[in-house]
């Protein structure tokens, strides 16, 4: 069984930064692409970034490219999204995800393409 354990949320003024982590367990965490995602309410599961297996490729939507970095630790079983230059529309739950195949070559960017994922973590940001 995999776990996944975000951290790192709060509140933030706009302009802020916040960065989030995400400890996973029970698989082996270096052979699988990690994304994170966020959903607002209302409003439908919204692809973030996604990260190779390992690491050398990264993937991420046009609203949030140049602002958000994703990045892993394998030794640690972590990955982490620096978010940069927030804004009030990146307010959301922000959950990480396991991608649902080992060692597979695309980045994929659709939440069915994931099999596990974490409770999230809250992410306000202020006008």
């Known amino acids: 069984q995999v776990q996944l354990v975000e951290s790192g949320g709060g509140l933030v003024q706009a302009g802020g930064s916040l960065r989030l982590s995400c400890a996973a367990s029970g698989r082996t965490f270096s052979t699988y692409n990690m994304g994170w995602f966020r959903q607002a309410p209302g409003k439908e599961r919204e692809f973030v970034a996604a990260?190779?297996?390992?690491?050398?490729?990264?993937r991420y939507p046009d609203s949030v490219k140049g602002r958000f970095t994703i990045s892993r630790d394998n030794a640690k079983n972590t990955v982490y999204l620096q978010m940069n230059s927030l804004k009030p529309e990146d307010t959301a739950v922000y959950l990480c995800a396991v991608d649902g195949i080992p060692w597979r070559r695309s980045i994929v960017s659709t939440s069915q393409d994931y099999a596990y994922w974490g409770q999230g973590t809250q992410v306000t940001v202020s006008s």
């Open positions: 990260i190779r297996w390992g690491g050398g490729s990264t």
